[in-house]
């Protein structure tokens, strides 16, 4: 289904501002754009993307980076031209600088058409963890200890994951036309409710996207398995 919206946001507009996200749960939904690139159903060639977040102090080709995990499930697939994919420096020597630039060229490239989202254990959303104010713009944040240690397990055997990450801000992602966020898996459970029955604010960074026009969250039975509202009162989300 995010793959479709995807297509759709496409077929509409071939050079759209894309917003994308990594972790675990939007692999399938890479692999589904990939797959219908290489067959030719789809051109994602003309897009312009802007990722969410990357570890601080990573180089670009550690298997743990975000960086690295692009180019394995998109960017070699789908070779953009140079500057038309970007990532957070997460090497940068004044991350303030960079923090600044990443939001001047989203404002440049025309601002983000379709933001693409997970979701933590904890509700965050990009690397915005719990306290993160909802209008926060790109930035260096410290990371959760139970961030940490989730993300730990997709690194190499014996490795931890950074305590430090760049990430797009709240109010940044706030600003796209449209989000969809992805969310599969009981250990979301807790946070989805969150998102999209509690109350709007910082400590369930999610729930700001109560706040925005179009917005779509795609659950699997599992993560819509704490929802106590009706649908209906739910679509605000
Ligand atoms: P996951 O991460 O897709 O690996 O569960 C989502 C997130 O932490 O935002």
Redesign the pocket.
Known sequence: MAADIVQNQLTRKPDSVLGL??????VQMYHELVRRHRAKRLDLTRITSFNLDEYAGLPPEHPGSYTYYMRERFFDAIPLPSGRGHMPDGLAADPEAAAREYERRIQTAGGIDLQI?????NG???FNEPGSTLDSRTRLVELTAE?IA??SQ?FPEGETAPGQAVTVGIGTILEARQIVL?AC?P??ARAIRETVEGPVCATCPGSALQTHANCIVLLDDAAAAELQLPPAQSQSA
């Open positions: 996200a990594t972790g675990e749960t939007p989202l997970g979701i933590g254990t965050h959303i990009g961030t989730r993300n997709l992805l898996g250990a979301k």
